[in-house]
């Protein structure tokens, strides 16, 4: 008898054999299969755009592995079997976004140019001087240690040149606030913005004393205090205990996951962000930071997000960084887009036409190779700093 399979618009049907995975992006549902040849010449004649995501066949010529498929789909709610004439119109979820690089190429004019700032929405500027000198800054905010700084003179003039209403976020990270010459005309300046700013300052600054919390007492900004896991910790966040601040806490492995833990619950911590911090501490990361299968088909993503996911990286996307010495990156790992006496319009394109990090997506292996493809996170600083570029155990158990 034949019938008619249309699948739902919010259902994407991927193959990379010797699997397949069709998920529905409204609910979450998805159906794992084995792409044995009859079910691949389906799911090919579906994803082919003109057949507006419908397939009649005889139910009686498929064989009962394809029959089952069929079943499957209707049950786990990723399409919708009916009689032949049914009139159910569904479109198969297709990325339909302006190449912004092409359109950039062909048109120089001004008027595009200053259409790319749309494009840029966070800066981050790390102040340098001295501090601990670890590469953490290159895998979250964390102070970057140097011989040069960054004046107060030097940000504002650079912030003043970008006049951007499209900029949303500024982050200011010092390295050595206690010594940093008119602190507090920046922070002034900065207030002044009406951007939402945040501050980072490592919490060895706050052993040393005060001075610090009195700059930053009384202003409007989000201060974010980088803390480290060691005896020191636990008198600042008493000193610190009636402060409104939010901590970063940095951890390397299950004992200090462990402390902090504890920590945070005798002092009652409302406002904190644990982030894990690579430093050859590998298996801490395959056990707690890498994704395992069940993590992925547990994270429902919408169309949206599925889209996003193949056209531009979700970490990187929208972003510069400064570092003391005034190079200006759009990912610490790769070269930098020029410096803070370029034009910001020079800054995004440069990017556009290098793609260091903006549209860095997995279409390299081993993950343009496997089902998740797109479900999976876009590629984070921790690929660059393992020197691998799947975090998860998934592909690893597939081998
Ligand atoms: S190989 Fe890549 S896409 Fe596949 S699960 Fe791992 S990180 Fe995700």
Partial sequence: MNKKLTIYSDTFIWIKKPKGLIYN????????????????????YLNNFDNLYSIIFDDETLNSETQKFMQNIEERHL????????NIVSLPPLLNILNAVEKLKADKSRSESENILKYFSALTVYTGGKCANTNYYKQTFYPCNSNEVLTSETIINFLDNIQSQYLNSINIVFSDILNYSDAQVLIDYLESLQIPTTIYVHYTEIMINNRFLDKLRNNNLTVKIICEIDKDLQNILLFCKNESYHYNFLIKNEEEYNILEEMIENLQIKKYTVIPVFDNNLQFFEEHVFVNESDILATKLSKREIFAHQ???????G?????PDGKVYSNLHNESVGTIND????????EFHNNYSWRLIRNQKPCCDCIYQ????????????IGRMNLCNYYNMQK
């Fill in 319 to 323: 972003a510069l960084t400064v570092l």
């Fill in 374 to 385: 797109w479900l999976c996170p876009s590629p984070s600083n921790y690929e660059f700093v």
């Fill in 25 to 44: 992006s409204q609910n979450g549902h998805y159906l794992l299969f084995q792409p044995t040849s009859e079910i691949e010449s389906i799911c090919k």
């Fill in 79 to 86: 399409g919708i079997l009916t009689n032949v004439e049914a």
């Fill in 311 to 317: 056209a531009l990286n979700t970490n990187f996307w």
């Fill in 343 to 350: 034009s910001i319009y020079d800054l995004i394109l440069n």
